[in-house]
């Protein structure tokens, strides 16, 4: 009897899948075309249960771009993972559930659904951390899960909410919405986005197998929230306040990169580094811009990950980049694809990230924004380039440290295949998105040094980067336990989390004594009265029929 090979059915659905879409999607854009699909669920009387689907370029081209690291990720599994085994086939299965809880929550206009897209998200995304069953892998879940159930609040008082427009499917309604509501969806938003102050999962997710890291932190669950705020974008957005929490993600997470040895942790930090600039650019009303460095950088941070994860396959499982040197001198193809995907990151000239973080930069500098802004935006991206050189010089250039080289090599397998579409898309793929969605038809004149200001940033941070090694240790220790710990940023949020606590339990009290008055307790206790007195009046009854006898003799004398 012949095995079914999943991996290989699932590879080509996806891939085949991708290509039709986008394909489908660059016509959409190139008519300005809209299709809305409604399925008519059941009808009872004169209501209609209808499940609407949004058929437009902006759901079509990202569902392709996430088919397409799905169909790469799966490629890549099946060696990582360990072949047709049952474990392997039920690791399979749950991304291929995260898969369809992504594209549900993409093509649909209707919160409800767009709920049970998100929660399919949560609930897959937590099986898909633990899925090694060990203690880290437990508390990085419920830490994962949980941070994210509290942007279900958002969404749920949000679709309460959305029942006084008559609808709950938002496109329609997106300019009459209330600036509460848009505050509401935006903080949900930032809990899957991993912004301040819900920064601390995102590092903590990385106990994942590394192919659920690079669909999860580049593609799905961390974009979920920037695409849903793409879909929900108006006018009423503009806040100094989120914009200085997006501002400062992107530094913080930054600085604590370039403090980090975790491989992992490092392209973990750098995804939020990333995603502070998306909501950054979504605050300052640059929808277009926000939405290509999201695709591109899907592509670039997915082959990140997963190059950094044929490094830790061929290294027994070591994560920390102290003990990686000379690793160029084993696996000079996968190295040159990580080097590839690093300086697309940084956004050197002609690779893919280039495009779209260049034009936010420049859209953001003809914008009458505050000095300080200004400048932390500049940083971020300098150290930006500072943690890629780091990385680079850790992994590629140092001398070897403790590990063996003997079981190093770069063969080909299908992981190889898998990194080397991956490279070919970043390289090419920010390109080809600005020139079809038309986004080089927009100028920007401003002056030379103004123009050239983050090239220049960009040079300076490679250079700090390097500087940063011959730094002696002359700050006290706490400093780089301050940096390496998220700020000790965990540890604020459980503060918050104790005087919530307390203040829940002290209103608590109150609650649970009105609930007993009024609620199943008082009821159930007049219902035994009634019934003790019920009992009463027929176990009497020959008494009680005498007295009511007397009662009405005497009424009528």
């Known amino acids: 009897m012949m095995k079914i090979n999943f991996y290989l059915v699932w590879f080509m659905m996806m891939l085949i899948s991708s290509f039709l879409l986008f394909y489908f999607g660059m016509l959409l854009n190139f008519k300005d075309f809209t299709i ?19 058929v437009d370029y902006v759901s079509m081209t990202f569902m392709s771009v996430v088919l397409f690291i799905s169909s790469m990720v799966i490629m890549y599994s099946y060696s990582y993972m360990g072949g047709l085994s049952n474990s392997s086939i039920r690791f399979l299965f749950l991304v291929v559930l995260f898969i369809i809880s992504m594209v549900l929550m993409i093509i649909s206009p209707n919160l409800v659904s767009i709920m049970l897209g998100w929660d399919g998200l949560g609930l897959v ?61 935006f903080i949900s938003c930032f809990t899957s986005s991993a912004q301040i102050p819900f920064s601390c999962w995102l590092p903590a997710a990385m106990a994942a197998p ?26 009423l957005f503009f806040s100094k306040f989120l914009l200085f929490l997006s501002v400062m993600t992107m ?23 990333q995603l502070g600039l998306m909501m950054v650019s979504l605050i300052l009303n640059m929808v277009d811009l926000s939405f290509l460095h999201l695709l591109t ?30 690793v160029c001198n084993c696996m000079p193809f996968t190295t040159s694809c990580f080097n590839i995907s690093s300086l697309a990151l940084c956004g050197i000239p002609f690779l893919s990230g280039f495009y779209s973080k260049d034009l936010i930069v420049e859209s953001y500098s003809l914008l009458n924004m505050n000095t300080f802004i200004f400048i932390m935006f500049y940083m971020s ?25 003997n079981i190093m090599f770069d063969n080909y397998s299908l992981m190889k ?3 080397y579409f991956l490279t070919f898309f970043s390289v090419f793929f920010g390109c080809v998105q600005m020139w079809m969605i038309n986004l080089d038809m927009e100028m920007s004149i401003m ?19 390097i500087e940063l090694f011959n730094f002696p240790f002359v700050l006290s220790m706490k400093f780089y336990f301050f940096n390496s710990k998220m700020w000790f940023l965990f540890s604020h949020s459980f503060y918050l989390y104790k005087m919530f606590y307390k203040i829940g339990l002290y209103s608590n009290n109150y609650i649970m004594m009105w609930g007993e008055y009024y609620g199943a307790m008082g009821l159930s206790y007049y219902l035994s009265k009634s019934s003790l007195f019920i009992q009463n009046l027929i176990n009497n009854n020959i008494k009680m029929f005498m007295i009511t006898f007397i009662i009405l003799f005497l009424f009528f004398i």
Not at 210 to 235: C, D, E, K, M
Not at 298 to 325: E, P, T, V
Request: charged content about 10%.
């Open 125 to 185: 995304s937590y099986c898909l951390v633990i899925y090694y069953m060990s203690n880290n892998s437990y508390i990085a879940g419920l830490i994962t899960c949980l941070t994210n159930r509290i942007g279900d609040v958002g969404l749920l008082i949000c679709i309460s909410w959305m029942v006084s427009y008559g609808s709950w499917h938002f496109i329609f309604y997106k300019e009459y919405f209330s600036d509460y509501l848009c505050f509401l969806i």
């Open 417 to 419: 295949l898998s990194i």
């Open 381 to 405: 991206l300098g150290l930006t380039s500072s943690y890629s050189i780091r990385l680079l010089y850790y992994s590629m250039i140092m001398n070897n440290k403790l590990m063996s080289m």
């Open 297 to 326: 950088h899907a592509m670039f941070k997915s082959l990140l990950f997963l190059c950094s994860g044929i490094f830790i396959f061929y290294m027994n499982d070591n994560q920390d980049i102290r003990l990686m040197g000379s």
């Open 251 to 273: 530094l913080f997470s930054s600085i604590c990169a370039n403090y980090e040895f975790d491989l992992k942790k490092i392209i973990a930090l750098s995804t939020l580094s």
């Open 36 to 54: 809305m699909l409604e399925f008519c669920l059941f009808s009872v009387n004169s209501m209609n249960v209808n499940y609407i689907l949004l």
């Open 210 to 235: 590394t192919p659920v890291s690079s669909l999860v932190h580049s593609s799905t669950l961390v974009t979920a929230g920037v695409y849903l705020l793409i879909r929900f974008h108006n006018q």
């Open 447 to 465: 002056p030379f040094f103004l123009k050239i200001m983050t090239l220049l940033m960009v040079i300076m941070g490679l250079w700090f980067g």
